[in-house]
């Protein structure tokens, strides 16, 4: 299958250069080549899937346990009173 990179470019509205185009060209036609060696396989009893491997979603046993103290929120905090954070204003 003959590639125009230049065709392509334009779509993309890119320049280049023709260096470039020749690099591209190549990568291309390898690509191509690749897909028209996986169009010879059979398929024809493989059933059509959206992932490769199955998906499971992988959950944690919800636990209730002890939140943080206020003490243990605030001591990181760069700037804070006895009970809340201190934010800049950005409201004026």
Known sequence: MKISV???AKLARLSVSEKEAEAFRAQLQ???SYMEKLNELDTKDVEPTSHAV??????????QRDSLSK???LANA???TDKFYRVPRIIE
């Open 54 to 63: 199955s998906l499971s979603n992988v959950l944690r046993e919800d636990i």
């Open 78 to 80: 760069p700037d804070h």
């Open 6 to 8: 230049e065709h392509i």
């Open 30 to 32: 390898g690509i191509l």
């Open 71 to 73: 003490e243990d929120a």
